[in-house]
């Protein structure tokens, strides 16, 4: 009885903190900034501000319970930079350049020979085989936390070769705000990329906020063994096993979220049929699409880019209206680090 | 300056109201009733106890942040029940009993005379193959949604032979408590099963509490197809991708998850190398054992069952320490249909 009594006081002071606290939350919130700021006033941050309301608003026609807000983000070219070549690539050719002096045979042979020399056209050469062999060299034959503590040595000394930052400065600053505005709306975040699920992990939480179990992408596959002394680990294998690109995106989603987005945001042809997953569910459905177009801030490529291509997502986003992020009208800011 | 004294003013009312909030937090903590009810006081209950107050205490030795607090769970034999017969192999069965009507050819054809027929044996002679064609035509074929919706349909008419009741509440009441319990204190809880990931993500979330992207599971392959009138679909093919068992446990919460758990629970050789693994990281760590003891509320079984067998397991959890949960002694219900 006094327990009961004890709660239905505490019931009826809390309401009068909920109160208190409602009042402190329409204060704040008028008294807040823009919750985009890096994103200038237009079409496509009206867009966004629009769709976050509309499926948040309770009781609305596209209210969405927050279990199914779910948010899928490509990141080379969505979330940072991927020019002038893949970040993934550049810590590849460098690991294989740390590696060399241990192996004196690659002097003498490719595609190991041309990387050591910075000979692109011999690395060329050698196609999918040699490309295959680098991957395998730079990614395998190592612990998982192995293979983790390179990527975080690499990325604490590696500069971008334009903007001379460490490359997790390449995220784009208008992105990390859209992140943290879907969160602020219980958003659940995620990473759909083609790059590989262990080099994305080891920055993902600290560059996007996104957690490892949250980030989808390609692999390779690991193996569980009992090292010499017993102890279980798992050991990364010189084997493709997933590719999450194209096709492969909502097969992704699908194996690692297992519900249908509601939002999806990419910059290139490998995220065209992730948007067209995402927009083909019912309700109200987001699908954006960064277009880089600023060559002074960043670069400016589309139809005829080797990386990061964007022609028939691009036709098809035009036809339905999906929104186009113009990088040069609709970014205020790139990058944080720019003054 | 008007903004300013507001967002002070609140501060200081927002300290008040932290105040209350926690006398009220205290004082329903007094009031609340224990946090597993279905545990018998013991042992094996008092381990877990102590275990989460270890790695939530804030500032003491074993403190483990948030975002670490990692649980991964077995499902069949540990979540619920998995006698007389795993649910989602009795699930294929019935899945091809009401195909049949419409392949007269079963008739003649093994194995699927056998199934319509009842005989265990003429299955079983059928082999590996066999079994192969039977998961293929009761798991693919179709697009992922339209096999979640039979799942449900099943499950929704479907009752277990002993029990006589839905499989869903073929859960184990303990576990329902714990996986609560955990998630309570901030720890994010995981299945890591051996079933079909696509079979358990209908279910988990209503039973467990887990949502589709907490669930790691076996899989067969998705194909990303454009339907007749363009529509993107993925459709489940006969052909299997990833078995989530054994040593493929460690290697689907590495894959899925991104980084080791502090708590796993299990209950046969399968989850073994998932135990191992877990309890090899650095720090406190906890890994129970479910041992199934208990012939009239359920099932006695360990070290010769065909199903769910808990041999090898179980000497390393006995040599070890780990927590053995004993269902006789250390489950006060079972399930939550019991009187």
């Known amino acids: 009885m006094v327990v009961m009594i004890t709660l239905l006081s505490c019931a009826r002071r809390l309401a009068v903190v909920v109160l208190v606290m409602l009042v402190c ?6 008294a807040q900034s823009d919750p985009l700021p890096s994103w200038n006033d237009g079409a496509a941050k009206q867009a ?11 009781g609305g026609p596209d209210h969405v319970p927050t279990a199914a807000r779910i948010a899928v983000f490509d990141n080379d070219g969505t ?7 893949y970040v993934q690539a550049v810590f590849a050719l460098d690991r294989i350049k740390a590696l060399a002096p241990q192996h004196p045979e690659w002097k003498k042979t490719q595609p190991y020979k041309g990387v050591v020399e910075g000979d692109a056209k011999a690395i060329a050469d050698t196609g999918e085989k040699g490309i295959a062999e680098l991957l395998a060299v730079s990614h395998a034959g190592m612990t998982t936390e ?9 990325l604490a000394t590696a500069r971008h070769p334009r903007f001379r930052q460490s490359y997790d400065k390449l995220a784009y600053q208008p992105q990390i705000e859209l992140l943290a505005y879907l969160r602020a709306h219980q958003f659940k975040t995620f990473i759909v990329s083609g790059g590989g699920v262990e080099f994305m992990r080891v920055f993902a939480e600290t560059t996007y906020g996104i957690p490892p179990e949250q980030v989808v992408g390609s692999s390779g ?15 990364k294998q010189p084997k493709i096993e997933f590719v999450d690109d194209g096709p492969g995106k909502p097969v992704g989603i699908n194996r690692f979220i297992g519900r249908r987005p509601i939002l999806a945001f990419g910059n290139s042809d490998g995220d065209h049929q992730m948007l067209q997953y995402v927009m083909a569910g019912p309700g109200a459905r987001f699908a954006g699409i960064v277009h880089h177009t600023d060559s002074t801030r960043e670069y400016a490529y589309d139809r005829s880019s080797k990386i990061g ?11 339905k209206g999906w929104t186009i992020v113009d990088m ?9 680090f720019e003054p």
């Open 146 to 154: 192995a293979f983790a503590k390179t990527v975080a040595d690499w």
């Open 48 to 58: 966004i501000l629009d769709f976050v309301a509309r499926v948040t608003r309770d």
């Open 221 to 235: 596959v690991v193996s569980f063994e009992l090292g010499a002394d017993g102890t279980p680990q798992l050991v």
């Open 328 to 336: 040069k009208r609709d970014w205020r800011k790139v990058f944080a």
């Open 79 to 85: 979330l940072w930079a991927e020019q002038p070549v």
């Open 309 to 319: 291509q964007l022609d028939k997502a691009w036709d098809e986003a035009t036809a």
């Open 25 to 30: 939350i329409a204060t704040d919130a008028r």
